[in-house]
T-cell receptor, first 116, second 111 residues
Framework: NAGVMQNPRHLVRRRGQEARLRCSPMKGHSHVYWYRQLPEEGLKFMVYLQKENIIDESGMPKERFSAEFPKEGPSILRIQQVVRGDSAAYFC??????????????FGSGTRLTVV | GQSLEQPSEVTAVEGAIVQINCTYQTSGFYGLSWYQQHDGGAPTFLSYNALDGLEETGRFSSFLSRSDSYGYLLLQELQMKDSASYFCAVRGGTGFQKLVFGTGTRLLVSP
């Protein structure tokens, strides 16, 4: 049973380009959460999605960032016109339900975005 | 909203016991979780406390006092591989549907 799969592991983009980060949750998990982690800092919540629905996007910057979790396929975190401050590790986590999230999110290995 | 405070760094030697504290503020409480993250790695779930008291899982134990809004992670018989960052977390946000993480404690274990 594969875990949470994120790709790419490393992504380098020039300022102004677009970054697309993909996350396939664990089989049977319908809840996906995206977190951002700056070097030497904690995990900052960005967005929580269920299939075809954004449930909570309170942590998403108002501009340039968007997320989706289509009926088929992985969840996508999209960053348009990247700037150096977007350089960070982006982690995706999944859980089978909100209640079961108490018993542990399963995190992917993350995508390390570097903007040059 | 929710806020969690942890010490930024703790150091200890192999074989020792270390306690990592976490104090939290939240309008609704659905338990306290702990995660471990090695440098460059993904966070991994360690433990969850919904009720007061101590939960033991091998060398790791976690404690919760809801009246004090306080918990701790206890690591015994420390090993070098325990050097990592440790995060406490509570549920938060609208409907308390997401995990809000503390700032993290970096544990350095020396020989």
């Amino acid at each position: 049973n594969a875990g949470v799969m994120q790709n790419p592991r490393h992504l380098v983009r020039r300022r102004g380009q677009e970054a697309r980060l993909r996350c396939s949750p664990m089989k049977g998990h319908s809840h996906v959460y995206w977190y951002r982690q700056l070097p030497e800092e904690g995990l900052k919540f960005m967005v929580y999605l269920q299939k075809e629905n954004i449930i909570d996007e309170s942590g998403m910057p108002k501009e340039r960032f968007s997320a989706e979790f289509p009926k088929e396929g992985p969840s996508i975190l999209r960053i348009q016109q990247v700037v150096r401050g977007d350089s960070a590790a982006y982690f995706c986590a999944s859980s089978p339900s909100v209640a079961q999230a108490n018993y542990g999110y399963t995190f992917g290995s993350g995508t390390r975005l570097t903007v040059v | 909203g929710q806020s969690l405070e942890q010490p930024s760094e703790v150091t200890a030697v192999e074989g020792a016991i270390v306690q990592i504290n976490c104090t939290y503020q939240t309008s609704g409480f659905y338990g306290l979780s702990w995660y471990q993250q090695h440098d460059g790695g993904a966070p991994t779930f360690l433990s969850y406390n919904a009720l007061d008291g101590l939960e033991e899982t091998g060398r790791f134990s976690s404690f919760l006092s809801r009246s004090d809004s306080y918990g701790y992670l206890l690591l015994q018989e420390l090993q070098m591989k325990d050097s990592a960052s440790y995060f406490c977390a509570v549920r938060g946000g609208t409907g308390f549907q997401k995990l809000v993480f503390g700032t993290g404690t970096r544990l350095l274990v020396s020989p």
